[in-house]
């Protein structure tokens, strides 16, 4: 009944000649550039005897790794790490916490 009827073949090759002229400048134009919010992420765990990291951490109430990372600009398995290596100098303490996250709080 209705509808769009078929194509002859000149008018499908001239379409597929259009697509694949289109397909060509959009490759030409286009350049893959890696999406980033704009921060440098630290890859190095920080040293752990910095006054500077201590008095950062020192005024955060609660820390969570989140907080950490985005006060640092570490990853956040880096910030898990720092946390667990203060925890074991007894810098902070652990107040509550599952196996997916835990709290810390700074030892007084």
């Given amino acids: ?11 499908m090759d001239k379409a597929q000649q259009i697509q694949e002229e289109k397909r060509d400048e959009d490759k030409k134009t286009k350049t893959h ?3 980033t919010d704009g921060k440098q992420r630290g890859v190095d765990l920080p040293d752990l005897n910095d006054e500077k990291l201590i008095s950062e951490i020192k005024k955060l109430k609660v820390l969570t790794p989140y907080a950490v990372s985005s006060q640092l600009n570490v990853k956040i398995s880096l910030a898990k790490d720092l946390l667990r290596e203060l925890e074991n100098k007894n810098i902070i303490k652990p107040v509550e916490g599952n196996s997916r996250i ?7």
């Fill in 33 to 35: 550039k890696p999406v």
């Fill in 102 to 108: 835990r709290i810390y709080q700074v030892a007084a």
């Fill in 1 to 11: 009944m209705g509808g769009q009827k078929k194509r002859n073949i000149s008018q």
